[in-house]
């Protein structure tokens, strides 16, 4: 929205600088036909008028567009930088996008690391629950072991 009014603005400007150079070169060229009127009085014929005047309004026209030539060929030159910015931004956010898609493998391979390592300390953590189970039933079992000797002792002590 702000480049397309900045260009309005430009062109308006190059619009009215164009009228007051052609409202200069107006009165300029009447100032020189009044002194030319007032020192000589020219008079030509319908035909030769015709073709000067014919002159004056090509010589205007091919003015006019070579102002306007000028104009697209900075509006050109405008888009072509525009354009290579553009390109330039998008190499920049190609690079970032590869540059964040690598990021994003190293940390899912750390990730797929740190769960390996994760699955493989939880089966160690279970394998001494076991242990740890199994010692218990054994010093249980023991404990059983001792109090059914310890019983048969203080019965055959007391007998």
């Known amino acids: 929205m702000l480049g397309s009014e900045t260009m309005g603005e430009s062109e308006k400007g190059e619009r009215w600088s164009g009228a007051m150079t052609n409202l200069t070169e107006m009165a300029s060229n009447l100032d020189s036909l009044q002194k030319l009127l007032l020192t000589k009085a020219v008079f030509v014929d319908d035909d030769t008028f015709s073709k000067a005047s014919l002159a004056a309004d090509q ?9 306007r030539v000028q104009t697209l060929e900075r509006e050109v030159d405008a888009a072509i930088t525009a354009a290579a910015r553009a390109r330039s931004e998008k190499r920049q956010a190609e690079a970032a996008q590869k540059s964040a898609e690598s990021r994003a493998q190293q940390l899912t391979a750390e990730l797929e690391n740190t769960t390996k390592v994760f ?3 939880m089966e160690e953590l279970r394998a001494k629950q076991e242990e740890i189970e199994k010692r ?13 000797l310890g019983g048969k002792e203080s019965l055959s002590t007391s007998q």
């Open 59 to 67: 010589a205007r026209s091919i003015k006019l567009l070579h102002q």
């Open 119 to 121: 699955e493989l300390h």
């Open 136 to 148: 218990d039933e054994d010093i249980k079992l023991l404990e059983a072991i001792i109090r059914t």
